[in-house]
């Protein structure tokens, strides 16, 4: 996603103001300092000097004494400039006594004199300079520090953001022209496309919908895998629908402080409402709208009250305006069941994992950012990466063009993207690792052992290839496997012969060695994991027959199955799985026997040649003498 620019209007409302208010405080700071240093008379040549009354009263005799002031705690008067010229106009000052003569000596010496009164003396501009344009001062320092604090509107620019754009929604607003994803950019998910492009139409042309009377959902949530192109899709939506696009993640909305969140919802809403239409995309909303517990506990008051204000919000704004709300999720399962219901995210988008041609398509798009040679054959790598996300074959074609140049090459090649895939399934190949000879054979006859009995069972995927390389993920060796054709069910047969094949590689430890190794963990673990699910969730058990004994707790991120059995029922479980693996091994085992010639042939041609294809391991092998293999297709699979 290219970083996005911060939208140029919110940017001069933040700027524009702010310039004259440091214009305003500078300017006041600079009275200020003018008016205390004045105030200690520093600057001022007008000098009070200070005599005694004594004096005071010779110099109204001699004559010196143009002016005097009287108030009840001071005389003030002037001089005439002729004695002290150089402090003409210089005032003194002196203090009053009880001295009832003095008016009468004032007058006899011909002396202008007069009361003040103390209130008139306070002038105006005194009462300015002392103490409003302090108090602004402050006030405005004040003002200008909150602002700071609080950041700009779109909560992330200007340069302060103390507490994280406090009370504002967080969102990032972009513009029309700052969107540069299309829906052609988002292969595949025709499905999820379609439901979009009618929200698009309705922000584009809203009288075609009006005119009829229908109303478009207020929300929709896109739902699925990590990595599938939900916010991919959200982009797309903004950048075809020609409307402001605000984007916030669920997680921006919980804060330390609470009440925040609400805050920020609210902010948001007002913001969506402002510049409407528009639309408002939640990422990650199950961060804010996860299911309120029924507990009373308020250990998690802010993120309710944060989901209260959300659900508020969406009831209240009108949809006739043109706001549209996306949220996705890859947890629907754990959302607030307010939340879903109509009149909020009423609809709801799957966004799954792509089939093959949705994965073709994805690789097709994302190979146009890189120079591809001619021999590069999409489709093959589709058929290869099945359960691949999006996101992860946008990684396989980039770690593809990465390989190529570290080969040298100016086009990334097919055998590039198959390093790529290898890599992205398995991890980089562990060059160093130091194996000794004999280890190395038992990884060899361990891989012979998974291939030949894929091979030698019907309904089994073809043998791509077998390595004894190293991988960084831990695994010694793998035999991958490629189905031909996509498959979306999976018969009792495929699943059985499938744990057939993953309790193969321990069988031929055991036939070959007669001993068992570690290296067979990885192996045991899947081949549990089937046979639990063939068990509890498939209902393909004649002990059990059809019935749940698992449920599956988050659909999207994998397998977080929870038992909904009693504990006896649970041994018994456990018990029916330990069968059906124990029959597997001895299956593969027997099978192991059948073709003990080719297994040590083929072994020893691996452990010479590291890698060797699924076309070299099929001639070596020849077809089976009694029964013709016809390879129908498992899931890929990666065992050690
Ligand atoms: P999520 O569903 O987790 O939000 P994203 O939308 O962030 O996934 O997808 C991550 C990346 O995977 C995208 O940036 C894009 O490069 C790639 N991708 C995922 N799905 C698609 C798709 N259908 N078409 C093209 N690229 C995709
Ligand atoms: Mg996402
Ligand atoms: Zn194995």
Redo the contacts with the bound molecule.
């Keep these: ?1 290219k970083k996005p620019e911060k939208d140029p209007t919110n940017r001069k409302k933040f700027h524009l103001p702010t310039n004259p208010w440091v214009y305003i405080l500078i300017l006041l700071g600079a009275v200020m300092i003018v008016n205390m240093l004045s105030m200690g008379n520093m600057l001022s040549g007008n000098r009070t000097e200070y005599v005694e009354y004594s004096k005071f009263l010779s110099m109204v005799d001699s004559g010196q004494v143009q002016a005097v002031e009287i108030t009840d705690t001071l005389i003030r008067f002037t001089v005439s400039s002729g004695m002290f010229p150089w402090r003409s106009g210089n005032t003194y000052a002196t203090y009053p006594v009880d001295d009832p003569n003095l008016v009468q000596r004032l007058y006899k010496a011909g002396v202008e004199f007069g009361g003040v009164s103390q209130e008139s003396r306070v002038s105006i501009l005194s009462v300015i300079v002392n103490l409003v344009l302090p108090l602004a001062f402050y006030g405005l320092m004040i003002f200008w520090i909150v602002k700071m604090i609080r950041g700009s509107k779109d909560g992330k620019g200007g340069g302060f953001n103390l507490l994280g754009g406090f009370g504002k929604s967080g969102a990032k607003m972009y513009n029309v022209s700052e969107v540069t994803k299309r829906f052609a ?5 025709d499905e999820a496309k379609d439901q979009l492009i009618e929200m698009v139409d309705f922000l584009n042309r809203p009288e075609k919908y009006k005119a009829i009377g229908a109303k478009l959902p207020k929300g929709a949530l ?1 739902v ?10 959200a982009q797309a939506v903004a950048g075809e629908a020609k409307v402001p696009f605000f984007f916030v993640s669920g997680s921006a909305f919980v804060e330390m402080f609470v009440g925040t969140g609400a805050a920020r919802v609210r902010d948001l809403f007002k913001e969506a409402a402002e510049k409407a239409p528009c639309i408002v995309f939640i ?1 990650e909303i199950d961060a804010i709208g996860k299911k309120r517990d029924g507990t009373g506990l308020n250990a998690n008051d802010e993120r309710e009250q944060t989901l209260n204000q959300l659900l508020a919000e969406m009831d209240g704004f009108d949809p006739s305006k043109g706001i549209i709300i996306l949220g ?1 999720t ?1 947890r629907p399962e754990i959302l607030d069941k307010a939340l879903l219901r109509p009149g909020r995210f009423d609809r709801r988008i799957t ?1 799954d994992l ?1 089939d093959m041609k ?1 994965r073709e ?2 690789l097709r ?2 190979a146009k950012n890189i120079a591809t040679a001619p021999d590069v054959d999409l489709a093959a790598i589709a058929r290869a990466t099945v359960g691949a ?3 992860d ?2 990684n396989i074609i980039n770690e593809g063009a990465l390989c190529a140049v570290r080969a040298g090459r100016t086009a990334t090649a097919q055998c590039d993207l198959e390093a790529a895939v290898e890599l992205v399934i398995a991890g980089s190949e562990r060059k160093s690792m130091v194996i000794s000879p004999e280890e190395k054979r038992i990884v060899a006859y361990h891989e012979i052992g998974h291939a030949l009995v894929a091979a030698r069972q019907k309904h089994s995927a073809p043998v791509h290839k077998i390595t004894i390389i190293p991988r960084t993920n831990g695994a010694l060796g793998y035999t991958m496997q490629v189905e031909e054709t996509e498959r979306v069910l999976m018969s009792r047969e495929d699943l059985e012969s499938k744990i057939v094949t993953l309790t193969a590689g321990r069988a031929a430890e055991e036939f070959a060695f007669k001993t068992c190794t570690t290296g067979a963990a990885n192996d045991i673990e899947q081949a549990t994991k089937l046979a639990r699910n063939m068990v509890t969730r498939f209902g393909m058990s004649d002990k059990f027959g059809m019935v749940a004994l698992d449920t599956q707790t988050s659909l999207y991120l994998g397998d977080g199955a929870q038992a909904i059995c009693s504990p006896e029922t649970s041994t018994l479980v456990d018990k029916e799985i330990q069968r059906l693996i124990a029959e597997s091994y001895d299956k593969a085992l027997s099978i192991l026997r059948d073709n003990a010639q080719k297994l040590s042939e083929l072994s020893s041609y691996l452990l010479e040649k590291e890698t060797i294809t699924g076309e070299e391991f099929m001639e070596i092998l020849g077809p089976e003498q009694n029964e013709k293999v016809t390879p129908l297709p498992v899931g890929n699979e990666s065992a050690e």
């Design positions: 996603m950019d988002v292969a595949g998910q896109l699925g895998p990590p990595g599938t192109g939900k916010t991919l899709l990422d996705a890859n966004v792509p949705g398509a994805i798009v994302h996300s999006g996101a074959l946008a």
